[in-house]
């Protein structure tokens, strides 16, 4: 049997036991594939489109190694990952381009902590959490 997981990381400590507990999930199924997700969204309105692009490409940027990073540690484990940094240039919560990316690769199961406050621009917050759990199309499990 395959799964296909989705685990949100945004650098706090939540978000590393939502990778910890990936694996657990993933070494559950014969061929899981993890999809190591973070968003990059947009800071607020500015009268200066190019540069809020400009920001969000540098932070992407910064993350990407840390994405890297976790995506080695998964098939060091033996667990095929994807490593993922979304640029979100709407006003929308986090939580949109997340459920968006499940529906997009049939995930079946999004990985994420109950709230992020740290990593790059505290990237998941508690209302990101309970908008997956209400807009997710598959199963959802939180991490304390």
Request: charged residues 25%.
């Amino acid at each position: 049997m395959s799964a296909n997981i989705l685990v949100a990381y945004d650098g706090s400590e939540l978000s590393r036991k939502a990778v910890e507990e990936a694996k657990k999930q993933a070494k559950l199924v014969d061929d899981a594939t993890v999809h190591a997700v973070t968003v990059i969204t947009h800071a607020g309105p500015t009268a200066n489109a190019a540069l809020a692009r400009s920001f969000m490409g540098e932070m992407a940027e910064e993350i990407r190694p840390s994405m890297e990073r976790i995506r080695e540690e998964f098939e060091e484990e033996g667990i095929h990952c994807k490593s993922e940094v979304l640029l979100d240039y709407s006003f929308r919560n986090p939580s949109s381009q997340i459920v968006e990316y499940a529906k997009e690769n049939n995930i079946e199961l999004i990985i994420l902590g109950s709230r992020g406050l740290g990593g790059v621009g505290r990237l998941l917050l508690g209302s990101v959490s309970s908008q997956i759990v209400q807009h997710a199309a598959c199963k959802v499990l939180i991490v304390k």
